[in-house]
């Protein structure tokens, strides 16, 4: 258990240092010269070099990388060209919202989607199954931001039930709780389909097993065959094709809170790249790589954790 | 012709043809005559259409739909929508079939490469591909868009990496199998290069996965690429684009919903279709991909 999970990190940290490399390529291409910004339309070329050498631009490549390494290090992200707020600053007051976002999205997706896909899994092959399948094959074409224009539409606008722009408050205020219901059932709109489906074919295959089969021969009522022994075994795959699936979410999240106006890094980053604000765009892409590696790594070491079998293969 | 394979020919019935065995399903049949309209619809867009896609009244401005003369009405820029509808479809397929065929060809490489040299490079390839598989789609999408500034070239481009890891699992899967059977020996034992050996023998044998994965991959990349397009990483208006559509048409979605909503409902059919096409096609050609 220990080892698999070590050598999962360790193969975790090449992938982190390609993200941070990415990174800084990431700056060294973009056409404008931090210097030159920083300096201000009206400096004199020997400013800007001043400024460059101050910088550490005028150093040899892989000495700026040490260099960048060593600030990421600390924290230090670089500053916006745009407002000349720090990136970790604003980063760190928009992780919060984004989090919240995903977190009350999967909070009735999840439940639902594995509700419709053990349905449609026991009566397979019937009006139900058919239904559902239908439905999870249309959430999964859907476009994000269709199903929150709609949501605007008609709940928001049309019938003014619920607010459909900006983050309400804190999420234990009824105005926090309002204003993140239209997002979330936005989010977790488009995730039911893939966790419904996923479900359905994680429960048929428990379901012609051989302790399913024991479980019914022994007389158990089918409500506890399906729960206790079919579902149970089901839920391994199931919470790990979910966690395979964030960065579905993810993307979801960026589109859905850029249609509600929805403080989060997903916004942060879609509009530091149109007003081409390099540190930003570069600090929420890290950071939002880094989380996501994170994640799936969590995923992967709890998937191990949870079913021996992965451990020996 | 040996004894048994003949008894064998003899005794399988013959299958019904790929078509056949699509159309038998309803759902597959309509998913089929849509991707064929709606590709025929892109191709034919400027002789389908009624006016120009840049052509702006401005008598017309935000009419409804079943305005005279005006089927969808016209949008912002008193622009006709049936117009911008064909032509962005046309853009919009266009962008999701250069990406699939340069995102699924270079997989698809990569992937034979990895079963082929299986010794050597299966190890390093699939590194490469868990590696690409790390950064999700949107991820990729905007850092690309970040390093290239927004577009339709940043969108293509990001949509083929995101596909690149995807392809090559799927055609190594494949491909491995393939290599285990007796008639790769054979052919290797009569000295053809591995090139011909790889071209000739392997591929064709993972055509079915390959086709399929492509068609279910059709309707991601179209539903990402509006995605992109819609947040203004991809294309940019007066670019008819289905997703840079209904992000124009956001801004009138209380005066005129119908500007934003027409394009979605577009996108929505045409994933839709690739999506229900491409589950379809993968039971009637290949039942062991189901997943």
């Not at chain 1, 040490?66 to 916006?80: E, T």
């Not at chain 1, 993140?180 to 012609?208: E, H, Q, S, W």
């Not at chain 1, 989380?291 to 079998?309: E, T």
Request: net charge neutral; aromatic share 8%; charged share 15%.
């Amino acid at each position: 258990m220990l080892r698999h999970a070590l050598h999962r990190i360790m193969l975790a940290f090449p992938v982190m240092f390609g993200v941070l490399l990415i990174g800084f390529l990431l700056m060294q291409v973009v056409p404008t010269d931090p210097a030159t910004v920083r300096a201000g339309p009206t400096a004199t070329p020997d400013v800007i070099a001043a400024i460059r050498a101050d910088l550490g631009l005028d150093a040899p490549l892989h000495h700026q990388f040490a260099l960048y390494m060593g600030r990421l290090v600390q924290g230090d992200l670089g500053v916006s060209i745009i407002n000349n707020v720090p990136v970790t600053q604003e980063l760190s007051a928009t992780i919060g919202p984004t989090l919240e976002l995903m977190a009350a999205s999967l909070f009735w997706s999840i439940p639902l989607g594995i509700l419709l896909g053990t349905l449609a899994a026991y009566w397979r092959g019937s009006l139900m199954d058919r239904c559902i399948m239908a439905v999870s094959v249309a959430g999964v074409s859907v476009p994000v931001f269709f199903l929150g224009l709609l949501l605007i539409w008609f709940v928001g606008f049309k019938w003014q039930l619920l607010p459909f722009t900006g983050r309400g408050g804190p999420l234990w205020t009824i105005d926090g709780i309002r204003a993140i219901i239209l997002p979330a059932i936005t989010l977790g709109g488009v995730f039911i389909g893939p966790v419904a489906r996923m479900t359905r074919t994680a429960v048929l295959d428990v379901l012609t097993a051989d302790h399913v089969r024991t479980a019914r021969a022994k007389g158990l009522p089918e409500r506890l065959v399906v729960l206790r022994h079919a579902l149970r075994n089901a839920l391994v795959p199931v919470i790990t094709l979910i966690g395979l699936q964030i960065g579905f979410l993810l993307g979801g999240a960026v589109v859905t809170e850029t249609v509600f106006a929805w403080p989060g890094v997903g916004r942060l980053a879609v509009g530091a790249i149109l007003s081409s604000d390099f540190p930003m765009a570069q600090g929420t892409i890290i950071v939002l790589s880094l989380g996501f590696i994170v994640v799936n790594l969590v995923v992967d070491v709890l998937y191990a954790a949870l079913d021996p079998r992965i451990r020996e293969a | 012709m040996s004894a048994t394979q003949e008894a064998a020919e003899v005794a399988m019935p013959q299958r019904p043809g790929l078509l056949a065995r699509l159309l038998r399903e309803p759902a597959a049949a309509l998913s089929l005559f849509l991707v064929v309209a709606l590709l025929f619809a892109a191709i034919c867009a400027p002789l389908l259409a009624p006016t120009d896609p840049y052509d702006n009244d401005l008598t017309k401005v935000m009419q409804p739909p079943g305005s005279p003369g005006l089927p969808l009405g016209a949008d912002a820029q008193g622009r006709d929508m049936v117009t911008r509808l064909l032509y962005g479809l046309r853009v919009s397929l266009l962008m999701g079939f250069v990406a699939v065929l340069i995102g699924g060809g270079l997989g698809a490489v990569l992937g034979f490469l990895a079963a082929f040299y299986q010794r050597w490079l299966d190890g390093p390839v699939m590194r490469l591909v868990d590696i690409m598989l790390s950064f999700p789609a949107i991820l990729v999408g905007l850092a690309i868009a970040a390093i290239f500034g927004p577009g339709i070239f940043s969108v293509v481009l990001a949509l083929s990496v995101a596909t690149i890891p995807l392809m090559a699992r799927i055609v190594r899967g494949s491909a491995l199998v393939v290599m285990r059977l007796d008639y790769i020996e054979a052919a290797r034992a009569t000295g053809m290069t591995d090139a011909r050996l790889i071209w000739r023998h392997l591929a064709p044998n993972c055509l079915s996965a390959i086709f399929v994965f492509a068609t279910l991959r059709f309707g991601q990349v179209i539903l990402l690429g509006s995605a992109l397009s819609f947040l203004g990483l991809g294309a940019q208006p007066p670019v008819p684009e289905l997703g840079a559509m209904a992000s124009e048409g956001r801004n009138f979605l209380f005066f005129a919903p119908h500007i934003a909503v027409v394009p979605c409902i577009l996108i929505f059919i045409v994933v839709l279709a690739f999506n229900i096409l491409g589950d379809a096609l993968r039971d009637a050609l290949d039942p062991r991909l189901r997943l």
